[in-house]
């Protein structure tokens, strides 16, 4: 029924409507967009940040039950901590650095600076040796000539150390960051959780919240099967340099440190301390010495599938895979978000995968139980 004298509305045509739909489609698409832009610089920080909160939750979690209750007072303390773990090895490698950088210039000034000889275990190798040799003594006993033949071969790695460093310091500050933003999430982490969750049911259904579980069970996994054995694995390394006798110990086992949680190994250590230690020491020590570094640098292949597949359904080379992976395309934060999609993908698959009448008859289980 309409008023007296009114006319009825016209009915909108279904071409109108769909260009209706397209339009708020496209706004927003553009929307989504520009968000994403604004948010691109910070996308390292915030992924770091969500990274390392749920990592250090259950020690979050551990001290603040010890401390009746206080989570303020517990997330400073963790961000302290690791803050202290960040910054307490770069101040330690930087302090090295200057110090031996300024004893090498006041070498050169008061024309001290000496190259040892070359090793005769090297002059006399076939095809390489005298070539090795000449070099050698080219850059010990005329350093100017030396310059000036090879000084433009080294501008080249010169450079290029010069950049990682760089890129190493903007990484350090953006991860002391990371530490800092994560400590102001681990108060308000259950209620962040609890919303995932409740986007994660809303986009997979029943099996969303079990999805979000794995992904924060996989990063812990990880970040234990990382930094833990990485941390061990220097441990041993420094503790075998400093029994040793070698020289720098602390800076070659935070070398090996930092290889291994970049995935890279410690070999790049391992072996040529090993064959410095073969040309300047007596066969016996020389093998005892390789008989205890050799296996201090291949812990990590065993222990850390154990500890990334403890409690998880996961097969260990789909974590195995996603690490790499990960690592290769994300740089770093790539080391633990790579395993967790991949660990997702795989459960979704496997769970996507069983028959029907199977899947009616399963009960979701709760995570958090």
Do not use: C
């Not at 610089?41 to 979050?60: K, R, T």
């Amino acid at each position: 029924m309409t008023r007296e004298g009114s006319q009825p509305a016209p009915a909108r045509r279904p071409d109108a409507a769909t260009f209706d739909t397209a339009i708020r489609l496209g706004i927003l698409a553009l929307f989504a967009y520009m968000s994403f832009t604004l948010a691109r610089p910070f996308l390292p920080l915030m992924a770091w940040s969500i990274i390392l909160a749920v990592a250090l939750y259950p020690l979050f979690d551990w001290l603040r039950a010890r401390l009746g209750g206080h989570g303020r007072v517990a997330a400073a303390i963790v961000t302290l901590l690791s803050l202290a773990v960040v910054f307490g090895p770069a101040a330690i490698l930087g302090t090295s650095v200057v110090v031996s950088l300024e004893g090498l210039a006041t070498q050169a000034v008061a024309g001290t600076f000496t190259v040892p000889q070359l090793p005769a275990e090297l002059r006399n190798l076939p095809v390489l040796g005298d070539g090795l040799d000449a070099f050698w003594t080219t850059a010990t006993s005329n350093f100017s000539e030396f310059i000036d033949r090879y000084g433009h071969v080294m501008l080249l790695p010169g450079e290029w150390l010069l950049k990682a460093a760089a890129g190493l310091a903007g990484s350090l500050l953006v991860f002391a960051a990371s530490v800092v933003v994560a400590g102001f999430l681990f108060v308000p982490a259950p209620k962040l959780a609890g919303r995932i969750r409740e986007v994660a049911l809303r986009i997979a259904g029943p099996r969303g919240s079990v999805f979000v579980a794995l992904a924060g069970a996989t990063i812990r996994n990880v970040a234990r099967g990382v930094v833990g054995v990485s941390a061990l694995q220097a441990l041993l390394i420094g503790v075998g340099l400093l029994v040793a006798g070698v020289p720098h110990a602390g800076l070659l086992a935070l070398a090996a440190f930092l290889l291994a949680t970049a995935q890279l190994g410690t070999a790049l250590v391992v072996i040529p301390v090993i064959i410095w230690f073969w040309l300047t020491h007596d066969t016996g020590p020389a093998l005892l010495f390789t008989a205890y570094m050799l296996p201090a640098g291949a812990i990590e292949h065993p222990l850390k599938p154990i500890v990334m597949g403890k409690g998880l359904e996961t097969p260990m080379p789909i974590i195995l895979v996603g690490v790499l992976g990960g690592t290769v395309a994300y740089g770093l934060p790539g080391l633990f978000v790579g395993p967790a999609v991949l660990a997702v993908a795989y459960d979704l698959f496997i769970y996507w995968s069983r028959p029907a009448a199977e899947l009616d008859g399963q009960t979701v289980a709760n995570p958090d139980a």
